[in-house]
């Protein structure tokens, strides 16, 4: 607990000095070196620095925010550098709650940014309004009033107010629409809307194309600076204290000329959105290439089975792929993890029927037809793909976990799978030695399609003698002891009455320290992979158990599946 305490501890110590840091560096950077706005303070205040300090944080993180889900580039740096560093590959699996950090960096330095330009606003107004004055901000306000050619102060007159100048001009209009489009698309990334209404957050997260060219064009003419030429006859260091002099005959000091400060940002996002625009270009290439539905299965569980093949697909063990359907919907696309092995002739994905969409891709597979279907009536799919994830480490571990809850253990069955065919099939030899599986799962109904493989393995190593390599364990969450112990002296016998299983199903939630501290004495001095495919809460329980377990002679790695 103490450990898992000072690395939590740590990793917020460093979040907050990168975000200080940043803060810092930006706006000294506004402050020292852009001689160009130094006219522009004395009508603004701090407010400049306060505003252009998050927006060049902003630069910064909406550089970083597309890269996280380009999957292709991330599939083939993980494919590059695995053989240098296992633990740098791991930290692509973490590419989502990356984009999430950035998102959130965007939200707060987008906030800053806009309660700075509203008191921008507030000072270009009051310098305005303050006709009489003979203050330096009213004498730069009145610069360009009579042809509007050169002009500081974004408020032309005293009967203008900020509102119609943000809904007239270029900065304030895309400054609207970003701002709206942020809103959209952070509220609708809620866990609970995202899992309760998928399709409002797939349909607001695109909104992301407005923000985008929005971001490009918001850097125009608002913000003002002197322009270079005058920067030689009105230098801001001499002559600010001289402004009631300026222009008047025996003067050194011209009347400042201004101009809007040229867009920045585009240099910081191109990269990233030409990066971008190639990966939906490969997914639209995939997308026409032929897929065939060789086999569907509908198992009791709701719990749909897709097995299709496509020229050229090659899969890894624990990789996933996006499934889209022309004829439910043309523009969303949802990842399952492959539940097939790499040595199979096709590749298959269980899809549970929970939401609308796949309600609808049952419907048009498989519906309320008892009698089998032709292939030429199936629904048309479009298949991205595959995906790396961390499963594909498994059999670099000698000795592995597998934590699967619910329909979480899909990319366990591709990883059983590949076993039966590389160990017992083949006599292949494995670095892994040892599997722990543990499955989760609320109910009965879920071990209906997953128990018919897990009693062919089970038979299988019997007859070849290596029923210690793989060690199982189902948990039936929601169940008592009482009631289960009342469900066995109904129906004793040799095999698990609900499984058909050798291994009886336990009941209850494991006792995960009691698991770990089991491996720890079993096989001292490994390096034990843990992988999860489950809820966070979860993922959180595990991450705790491998660092406290993490001793001198035995080393837990955790790794969870990200999509």
């Known amino acids: 607990q103490e450990k898992l305490e000072t690395v939590l501890g740590i990793q917020l110590i460093l979040i907050i000095l990168c975000l200080l840091t940043g803060y810092s560096w930006a706006f000294s950077q506004v402050r020292a070196t852009a001689p160009q706005n130094i006219c522009a303070r004395p009508c603004s205040s701090q407010a400049l620095s306060w505003a252009r300090a998050p927006a060049a944080c902003l630069n910064f993180n909406c550089m970083l925010i597309l890269l996280p889900v380009c999957r292709n580039l991330l599939t083939l740096l993980r494919g590059s550098i695995q053989c240098c560093s296992r633990t740098a590959a791991r930290q692509l699996d973490r590419n989502l709650t990356f984009h999430k950090l950035v998102a959130y960096m965007i939200a707060f330095h987008t906030a800053v940014h806009i309660v700075a330009h509203l008191f921008n606003f507030e000072y270009f107004m009051d310098a305005q309004l303050n006709r009489n004055s003979s203050l330096l901000p009213f004498i730069l306000s009145e610069i360009g009033t009579g042809d509007n050619a050169s ?17 007239t001009t270029i900065a304030g209009l895309t400054g609207v629409a970003i701002t709206l489009a942020l809103i959209l698309i952070i509220t609708s990334s809620m866990e609970v809307i995202r899992r309760s209404y998928f399709e409002v957050f797939w349909y607001t997260h695109h909104l992301f194309v407005i923000f985008f060219i929005g971001l490009v064009f918001h850097g125009f003419g608002i913000v003002r600076g002197q322009t270079a030429a005058s920067l030689k006859t009105n230098i801001p260091d001499v002559c600010a204290d001289q402004f009631e002099d300026w222009g008047t005959n025996g003067s050194n000091c011209a009347v400042p000329e201004f ?20 990966e939906r270009l490969v997914r639209i290439y995939r997308s026409h290439q032929k897929v065939v539905i060789t086999k569907v299965v509908m198992h009791p569980s709701k719990t749909l089975e897709l097995q299709m093949k496509r020229k050229g697909f090659h899969m890894e063990v624990g990789q996933y792929v996006f499934i889209q359907c022309p004829s439910v919907s043309r523009l969303e696309w949802h990842p399952f993890t492959l539940t097939s092995a790499p040595e199979e002739d096709y590749f298959s994905a269980h899809i549970r029927i929970v939401g609308d969409w796949t309600q609808a891709l049952y419907e048009a597979c498989v519906g309320d037809k008892t009698e089998p279907q032709e292939a030429w009536k199936l629904p048309r799919l479009a298949i991205d793909g595959p995906f790396g994830t961390a499963s594909e ?32 099939q083949n006599n292949q030899d494995v670095f892994t030695k040892k599997i722990y599986f543990y499955w989760l ?26 029923t210690d390599f793989l060690s199982y364990n189902i948990y039936l969450t929601r169940w008592k002891e009482t009631e289960a112990a009342h469900f066995r002296v109904h129906h004793e016998a040799e095999n698990d009455p609900i499984t058909g299983l050798k291994q009886k199903t336990l009941y209850g939630k494991p006792n995960w320290d009691n698991e770990f501290t ?37 080393k837990f790695i955790f790794n969870k599946e990200n999509f």
């Open 441 to 466: 799962c609320p109910e009965t109904e879920a071990f209906e399609w997953f128990a018919d493989l897990l009693q062919s393995l089970e038979g299988q190593m019997t007859e070849k003698g290596m």
């Open 518 to 554: 089991n491996i720890e004495s079993k096989h001292p001095g490994t390096k034990a992979g843990v992988f999860l495919c489950g809820p966070p809460a979860l993922g959180k329980s595990l991450e705790k158990q491998c660092l406290s377990h993490s001793e001198a002679d035995v």
């Open 151 to 167: 002009f500081l102060n974004p408020i032309r007159s005293n009967e203008t107010n900020p509102t119609i100048v943000m809904f």
């Open 393 to 424: 480490d498994v059999f670099r571990y000698e000795v592995v976990m597998l934590v699967g809850a619910g329909i979480g253990v899909t990319p366990f069955a591709s990883i059983l799978k590949s076993v039966w065919y590389k160990r017992i």
């Open 259 to 278: 101009a809007g400060n040229p867009p920045m940002t585009w240099k910081w996002v191109v990269g990233p959105m030409i990066l971008y625009v190639c």
